[in-house]
């Protein structure tokens, strides 16, 4: 009986390891086939940057003197077929020239953070048939209110108007937060994009990553209409803040606000050896206001052309105004920038900025004018 037990369990045994072996062979056939197949479909990058300002403070502001202020950031992104995965982790370190020699609200230098640490972006994509999806820590500024003349200019604004982000709180560098947006193609020359966000907290203070919606703190809503003529780049769009808050420097509560941005980029000429264009940018609140309710930037770009991606020669020249009904709090910024490759790896950027009324600080201040010097460093591999 004992013999009739173990050969019974025996033949078990046997069946099971038979079944396992063609399960484990089926698995790494699917295996073998996967890696076939994701050699052509599946795509591997990552960038690693390094971002470096040194602003001198020749005249006027808080006071004169020299700053550093730095970023580092790790960049992967994983793509197969149709979808994929993007992401951004920054170190910010060294001095605020805002905070510590100019006090302006333009905010000169657009790596200025306030948190050392922190995901900048963390997202999943989809994109089909000119449709694409993305969710989950976005920067707003990536798909909405950017003008592409404008991005070799290191003061903030020239990226987003001021006004938009002192009036509601807003998913862009360096407190980004979790929200989704939208892009439908509709023909060759136009697109349609709308996205939403998760607003901040009421006092608006984020010191660490907010990682779930807060409905009570609001919802940001955005939707653009963009042309894409040629070189010649026309945007329409508007946004609504649901919520409201209190800002940590006012004891003025902040009611939903919502307005509308309008920019242009157009080349005025072209030929072999160089590209002149031009860009403007208006952004208007058309609800509750806290601080600023209009912002003006314009600009010319000069480039240099090469069939190189990699050798940029630009100057650049550019105008952000930004209008309060206190004459007080009404600030501009005046730049002038010549971005210059160095190499496949290395850009520098000397810089001049004039700051006209800078109105960060409780009390006036005297114009600034700031010698400024840009050095990045980028290493991208796939």
């Not at 003008?147 to 290191?154: G, P, S």
């Not at 810089?351 to 600080?361: A, E, F, H, K, L």
Request: hydrophobic share 40%.
């Amino acid at each position: 009986m004992m013999k009739n037990f173990l050969y019974h369990w025996f033949y078990i045994y046997r069946k099971i390891q038979q079944q396992m072996r063609r399960i484990f062979l089926i698995t790494m056939g699917l295996f073998y086939n996967f890696i076939v197949v994701a050699q052509d479909s599946l795509r591997v990058k990552f960038a690693l940057e390094s971002w470096n300002d040194v602003v001198n403070n020749l005249a006027g502001g808080i006071k004169q003197g020299t700053v550093y202020k730095g970023l580092l950031a790790f960049d992967p992104e994983i793509t197969y077929g149709n979808v994929g995965f993007k992401g951004s982790l920054c170190y910010s370190f060294g001095k605020s020239p805002s905070k510590y020699l100019v006090g302006d609200m333009h905010t000169l230098s657009n790596i200025d953070a306030d948190i050392p640490f922190f995901i900048f972006e963390s997202y999943f994509f989809w994109k089909k048939n000119g449709f694409s999806l993305k969710t989950g820590i976005i920067n707003m500024n990536e798909e909405f209110i950017s003008c592409e003349r404008a991005e070799y200019l290191i003061n903030s604004s020239f990226g987003i108007p001021l006004h938009i982000t002192h009036n509601s709180p807003v998913s862009i560098y360096p407190k980004t937060t979790i929200g989704a947006n939208v892009l439908k193609k509709l023909d060759k020359e136009n697109y349609l994009k709308l996205g939403i966000y998760d607003g901040f907290p009421k006092e608006n203070k984020l010191e660490i990553l907010k990682s779930a919606i807060h409905i009570n703190d609001g919802l940001f809503f955005i939707s653009e209409f963009h042309n894409k003529w040629k070189d010649n780049h026309t945007k329409i769009g508007f946004y609504h803040h649901t919520g409201s808050f209190v800002k940590v420097d006012s004891s003025k509560k902040v009611e939903p606000h919502n307005g509308f941005y309008f920019i242009m980029c157009s080349t005025i000429y072209s030929d072999i050896k160089f590209r002149l264009s031009v860009f403007s940018q208006l952004s208007r609140s058309l609800g509750n206001i806290y601080r600023h309710h209009y912002y003006l930037g314009g600009g010319l770009v000069l480039n240099i052309n090469h069939p190189n991606e990699h050798n940029i020669k630009q100057l650049a020249f550019g105008v952000a105004y930004i209008g309060d009904r206190l004459k007080m709090q009404q600030e501009t910024a005046i730049e002038l920038v010549f971005a210059k490759s160095m190499g496949k790896y290395i850009l520098f950027e000397p810089d001049v900025q004039y700051i006209v009324n800078p109105s960060g600080c409780s009390h006036s201040l005297n114009n600034a004018l700031t010698l400024n010097f840009r050095l990045l460093f980028r290493i991208e591999k796939s």
